[in-house]
């Protein structure tokens, strides 16, 4: 969500942003069924679109390694 921050460091008039955290995650999502091996292309295209999940939309795994992954890393980011 650093994108926000730069957007509420510009309107509170602040020198820089702040990280606080990460809050959200960004998907992609398949407009269409998509053909094997078809490319996929960029914002605003006909093949995918973005979404934001957070974790309290899905419920996780806390066995799988990537879940592990990434608790790690939150709590490297939390000691920034």
């Given at each position: 969500?650093?994108?926000?921050?730069?957007?509420l460091a510009q309107l509170?008039?602040?020198?820089?942003p702040i990280f606080t955290?990460?809050?959200?995650?960004?998907?992609?999502?398949?407009?269409?069924?998509?053909?094997?091996?078809?490319?996929?292309?960029?914002?605003?295209?006909?093949?995918?679109?973005?979404?934001?999940?957070?974790?309290?939309?899905?419920?996780?795994?806390?066995?799988?390694?990537?879940?592990?992954?990434?608790?790690?890393?939150?709590?490297?980011?939390?000691k920034v």
């Amino acid at each position: 969500m650093l994108g926000m921050n730069y957007k509420l460091a510009q309107l509170e008039k602040e020198g820089k942003p702040i990280f606080t955290g990460i809050i959200a995650e960004t998907v992609s999502i398949a407009k269409r069924d998509l053909k094997a091996g078809e490319m996929l292309d960029g914002i605003g295209g006909y093949t995918i679109r973005g979404d934001f999940i957070r974790y309290d939309h899905v419920q996780l795994d806390e066995t799988s390694l990537i879940v592990e992954l990434r608790r790690t890393q939150d709590a490297l980011f939390k000691k920034v």
